[in-house]
């Protein structure tokens, strides 16, 4: 081609300074990767504490992750009947699961467990349920 022809081509400011962003978007990103590694450390700092930590932090994370069953023991005692763990309720008119739950501070998840309850729930007047001690 002859050079007649030719056209210059003229950057923008911005482009010839090689800057692709404006500088708020830059401190902005800056501050939100400076926010994603302090989660990250602290989080593997966390994890590391507890896989090396001392052995009372472990059992109380173990402790704490084992489900606790209502009227479960580790030490068997003789003594123990059915009749000595729960006590028997009647239920009268307009009783519900959960009404009977809170009047005996159950929850009534428990209740419906205990009693081999499936859903709706419902209670009949004149049932009885077994309500633990």
């Not at 081509?9 to 501050?31: A, D, H, S, T, Y």
């Not at 009227?71 to 239920?91: H, L």
């Amino acid at each position: 081609m002859p050079s007649s022809f030719r056209k210059k081509i003229e950057l923008c400011p911005r482009l010839k300074l090689g800057v692709g962003r404006n500088r708020g978007q830059n401190q902005l990103l800056k501050i939100g990767a400076v926010i994603c590694l302090t989660l990250a450390l602290g989080l593997t700092l966390n994890a590391v504490r507890l896989v090396f930590g001392s052995k009372q932090v472990q059992n109380q994370a173990l402790n704490s992750a084992v489900p606790q069953v209502l009227g479960a023991s580790d030490v068997k005692t003789e003594t123990t009947t059915p009749q000595a763990q729960f006590m028997e309720y009647k239920v009268s008119k307009g009783d519900t699961l959960f009404n009977v739950s809170q009047k005996f501070n159950i929850s009534w998840t428990t209740l419906a467990t205990l009693n081999n309850l499936q859903s709706p729930f419902t209670l009949k007047p004149g049932q009885t349920i077994k309500i633990p001690k």
